[in-house]
């Protein structure tokens, strides 16, 4: 159960665009459509961003969008917003039927 | 709109146990499998249970598992998590969450639990 691998920092300007990877194995990210995203500000509790590799649940802003190729998901944030400056974690279903998050990635808006 | 209210944390000496519980709100409770992560201080969310509906189906992270019991009560909306042989490692915000999209949609807002000597 290791954990996926996430950089561990990002950064970028207000209105620019930033991609978060995640990489893990065929074990879990590769075989499974069932990955998801997380935004969790300092002292709150997790927010689910994306969910089932690309899809937005309700209220979410569509500055934010998912994908995944092979082993590994990705997080895109377009028009970056001082607001988005957060810890973001990724998550995926496992062939050993539990649940693996990533490290996490710190993301500073300059 | 579901909400999520962890109770149940505190100080407790290694080797000891503790039993934290989260109250649901809403009547689709029943409805959903739910999870337990935690995260430790300054560190990232870490996976560390689930069950599904009727509490048929569990499983658990290596880290915890022996010594860490995953239960519901779909007629009072709770979830809990018994644990025992607590060690320094398993110091934690642990935070109730439920299952849906095949991840974790609601989220409660934790309770802390430290083992320390």
């Known amino acids: 159960q290791s954990a996926l691998t996430q950089p561990a920092s990002v950064s970028g300007s207000p209105g620019q665009s930033i991609t978060i990877s995640c990489t893990g194995t065929?074990?879990?990210?590769?075989?499974?459509?069932?990955v998801s995203w997380y935004q969790q500000h300092p002292g709150k509790a997790p927010k689910l961003i994306i969910f089932?590799?690309?899809n937005r649940p309700s209220g979410v802003s569509d500055r934010f969008s998912g994908s995944k190729s092979g082993n590994t998901a990705s997080l895109t944030i377009s028009g970056l917003q001082a607001e988005d400056e957060a810890d973001y974690y990724c998550?995926?279903?496992?062939?050993?039927?539990?649940?693996?998050f990533g490290g996490g990635t710190t993301l500073t808006v300059l | 709109e579901v909400q999520l209210v962890e109770s149940g944390g505190g100080l407790v000496q290694p080797g000891g146990s503790l039993r934290l519980s989260c109250a649901a709100s809403?009547?689709?409770?029943?409805?959903?499998?739910m999870h337990w992560v935690r995260q430790a201080p300054g560190k990232g969310l870490v996976w560390v249970s689930g069950?599904?509906?009727?509490?048929?189906?569990?499983t658990y992270a290596d880290s915890v598992m022996g010594r860490f019991t995953i239960s519901r009560d779909n007629a009072k909306n709770t979830l809990y998590l018994q644990m025992n042989s607590l060690r320094a490692e398993d110091t934690a915000v642990y935070y109730c969450?439920?299952?849906?999209?095949?991840?974790?949609?609601?989220w409660g807002q934790g309770t802390t639990v430290t083992v320390s000597s």
């Open positions: 969450t439920r299952g849906r999209f095949n991840g974790m949609d609601v």
């Open positions: 998550n995926s279903y496992t062939s050993s039927n539990t649940w693996v």
């Open positions: 069950l599904n509906t009727d509490g048929s189906y569990i």
């Open positions: 089932e590799v690309s």
């Open positions: 809403g009547s689709t409770f029943s409805s959903h499998w």
């Open positions: 065929s074990s879990d990210v590769r075989n499974y459509n069932y």
